[in-house]
């Protein structure tokens, strides 16, 4: 768990900075029902698992809120690497298998946060994410949750972001600063508008500031 600084180093500058993000996301859901959070990217090694892990130790923060991470970025899943737990049993296993929910949720160290892992690489990602069984598991899940947050593939690579993107409630594109160019992020764009993805804010990731040398994360909100 050494890449989520909200629950190693509560007090660094960077974990102050996801409480600042989660203080946004609060704010632009007071007249919303932002439960189901996706977070995607244009590119490989933007920090969207980075992100999305952090986001939901300072969500799980708040007080008797039950929140959980889905692994849905099937192709390369990272999730599980994150909290050190396995990626056996998980969601295209619940997917196909069609048994309890609750023998695929993998607890964390963490109070309140759970994990589906992504569980068996399937060879068709794709096609399970846009299936009428994912979407009921979606709805399933949002009865027993306050918060998810969905970790998925670059928008910019595949197509499975967007797949998911306008069944859920909110996304979250992360940036990488100096990480990706102007033409990518303006295509990452027009695919998110293309499916209609309400996309809540942007999170700038590893900016530097010279002064004392952190990286940090920003939040800007879109809406």
Same mark, same amino acid.
Do not use: A, E, F
């Given at each position: 768990m050494n890449k989520i600084l909200s629950y190693k180093e509560p007090? %660094?500058?960077?974990a102050e900075q996801y409480r600042s993000i989660r !203080?946004?996301?609060?704010? %632009?859901?007071?007249?919303?029902?932002?439960? !189901?959070?996706?977070? !995607? %990217? %244009?590119t490989k090694n933007e920090g969207k698992t980075t992100t999305t892990t952090n986001l939901a130790v300072n969500f799980a923060a708040i007080d008797k809120k039950k929140v959980l991470i889905i692994d849905c970025d099937l192709r390369n899943p990272s999730v599980h690497k994150a909290f050190g737990i396995t990626n056996a049993g998980g969601l295209t296993d619940l997917l196909i298998e069609q048994k309890n929910i609750v023998n695929y949720i993998k607890t964390t160290e963490i109070d309140n946060l759970q994990v589906l892992t992504?569980?068996?690489?399937?060879p068709n990602p794709s096609e399970i994410l846009a299936s009428k069984v994912m979407e009921d598991l979606l709805s399933s899940l949002k009865e027993m949750y306050d918060y998810i947050f969905?970790?998925?593939?670059?928008?910019?690579?595949? !197509?499975d972001a967007g797949i998911l993107a306008n069944k859920v409630d909110g996304s979250i594109l992360v940036v990488k600063s100096n990480g990706v160019e102007v033409k990518q992020l303006e295509e990452t764009k027009r695919k998110l508008d293309a499916v209609n993805a309400n996309v809540i804010g942007v999170v700038l990731n590893a900016y530097k500031v010279e002064k004392d040398d952190y990286y940090y994360y920003s939040y800007y909100g879109s809406k």
């Open positions: 007090k %660094s500058v960077i !203080t946004s996301i609060q704010y %632009s859901n007071l007249d919303k029902k932002l439960k !189901t959070i996706l977070v !995607t %990217s %244009s992504s569980g068996l690489i399937p969905i970790d998925t593939p670059p928008i910019g690579i595949v !197509t």
